[in-house]
């Protein structure tokens, strides 16, 4: 089935302690894309990649780090997690960068204490 | 930045109603798209119009996209309790074919 995982689903963990969420796709997609979605502001743009080793920032990467070392895998690590990152976050992934349908995650939703 | 601006905000109708949500964007675009969520979950795409069309057709569902008034509309026709959802528009600038830029969504009732 082709879909799009994400792990943990639920977090909760306190300031200051690492943390990664895990994403990965079994479409072979070339573009992959992390967002925080927030009562009243939607889904926000964290990070995407174009293609393994390409990584560019969102709207609000502040805080946030990716990488992408293999096509299917896209890991977002949230170095020194702050309470502000309190959110649901969803990893999507689609064939091209522009003007594709984007496949989405069930998310992860996270707090920090 | 916001891109994408849906209004209304929240809509709630009879089931076998219309239910038209807008978009509203701030720059030149190459597509458009519209996604839905039911609560909590993983958006959902529904439809996809490029910046050369004018009109597109998915079931029940009818979108516009006026270029020179920046908008688009999304009509869902006889709606269905199974049609309450939030639905969210979604661009990508001309300028960065790369960024994908949500709305706030659109909080869809439809009452049985």
């Known amino acids: 089935e082709a879909q799009v995982t994400q792990n943990p689903r639920y977090l909760i963990t306190v300031t200051g302690k690492k943390l990664t969420v895990t994403c990965s796709q079994n479409m072979n997609h070339e573009y992959m894309s992390w967002y925080r979605q927030d009562p009243g502001l939607g889904l926000r743009q964290i990070y995407y990649s174009m293609n393994v080793e390409v990584t560019d920032k969102g709207d609000v990467p502040e805080g946030y780090k990716v990488s992408r070392k293999e096509k299917r895998n896209f890991p977002l690590i949230l170095e020194s997690p702050s309470p502000n990152q309190t959110s649901l976050y969803f990893c999507?992934?689609?064939?091209?960068?522009?003007?594709?349908?984007?496949?989405f995650g069930p998310g992860t939703r996270l707090t920090v204490l | 930045s916001q891109q994408g601006e849906e209004d209304p905000q929240a809509l709630s109708i009879q089931e076998g109603e219309n239910a038209t949500m807008n978009c509203s964007y701030k720059t030149s675009i190459n597509n458009l798209q519209w996604y839905r969520q039911n609560s909590g979950r993983g958006l959902v795409h529904l439809i996809l119009i490029r910046s050369n069309e004018r009109e597109k057709h998915s079931g029940r569902l009818r979108v516009t996209l006026d270029t020179s008034k920046k908008s688009s509309s999304l009509l869902i026709t006889a709606s269905r309790a199974a049609d309450t959802a939030s639905y969210f528009c979604?661009?990508?600038?001309?300028?960065?074919?790369?960024?994908?830029?949500f709305g706030p969504g659109t909080s869809l009732s439809v009452i049985p």
């Open positions: 979604a661009t990508d600038e001309k300028t960065s074919y790369d960024k994908v830029i």
């Open positions: 999507a992934s689609s064939w091209m960068t522009s003007g594709s349908e984007q496949f």
